[in-house]
């Protein structure tokens, strides 16, 4: 298992670094203020997000499903936690894909 997790570190980082960068542009496209309530929602939503990615990846080998994964659920967070429009949360996950 150690094994695994060390041999597979850069997809590993590549997934954090594209997932925060992603979900820190899109809270600064939403203009979503980065205070302290925001900041462990992000904090509990990266750690969820990330440990859903490698739990599919190790068990299922699931690593195709990575964007629609992340992205729906930031879709989710920004809508219902965030209480962010649907056309603008969508546009900013987009522009934010592309920028990642």
Do not use: W
């Not at 992000?42 to 440990?51: C, G, M, R």
């Not at 190790?58 to 729906?72: A, M, Q, R, T």
């Amino acid at each position: 298992m150690m094994l695994s997790v060390i041999s597979d570190l850069p997809q590993i980082s590549f997934i954090i670094c594209s997932f925060f960068f992603g979900t820190v542009f899109s809270m600064l496209f939403l203009e979503i203020p980065f205070n302290r309530k925001n900041t462990v929602y992000f904090i509990l939503f990266s750690a969820a997000n990330i440990s859903l990615q490698l739990l599919l990846k190790d068990k299922y080998n699931l690593v195709s499903l990575y964007p629609f994964i992340v992205h729906v659920l930031l879709f989710l967070m920004l809508v219902f936690v965030y209480h962010k429009r649907v056309l603008p949360s969508l546009t900013s996950i987009l522009l934010c894909y592309s920028l990642t």
